[in-house]
């Protein structure tokens, strides 16, 4: 069974050091070179930061980052474990119930994703992502940008 939970300094560990070799990759196509650094990062400047876990394993970290106090936008982020393997249709419906409950906080979620990263992009397909445009990072490297928006 999936549960959601804030985030603890051990989840944040934990998923640290047992990143999905697309996260790390990700993270290397877009300049970034410490992993666990940009892990704590992310928990850390997030308003929100939650963990799904798997009979009490975490799968995943994943928060956002609101453009301001007043804005409708947030910057939605995901980092994961190959946990998220071990129960993928559970996670991805999981993914959808704490997408729509994100939405009604804030009406448009978004980010960049790797271009070269298939299993991200299938999970936001299903999210009902739009994919807004193609961006080069100053490392060459390809991105897209995605938003993901409330249903009026």
Excluded at 47 to 60: E, K, R
Excluded at 94 to 100: G, Q, R
Aim: glycine residues 6%; aromatic residues 10%; charged residues 25%.
């Amino acid at each position: 069974m999936i549960h959601i939970s804030r985030t603890l300094p051990e989840h944040t560990e934990y998923v640290a050091a047992h990143l999905r070799q697309g996260d790390i990759d990700e993270m290397t196509h877009a300049g970034l070179t410490d992993p666990a650094a940009v892990v704590r990062e992310s928990v850390e400047v997030s308003t929100f930061a939650f963990t799904a876990l798997h009979d009490g394993v975490p799968m995943c970290l994943f928060g956002l980052r609101p453009d301001g106090i007043l804005s409708c936008r947030a910057r939605l982020w995901m980092l994961g474990t190959p946990e998220i393997n071990t129960t993928k249709k559970d996670f991805v419906k999981t993914c959808k119930m704490v997408v729509d409950g994100l939405l009604d906080i804030y009406p448009v979620l978004y980010n960049l994703v790797d271009a070269q990263y298939p299993q991200a992009h299938r999970l936001l397909y299903f999210l009902k992502a739009e994919f807004i445009k193609k961006v080069t990072l100053p490392t060459g490297n390809p991105f897209i940008l995605f938003e993901i928006r409330r249903k009026k």
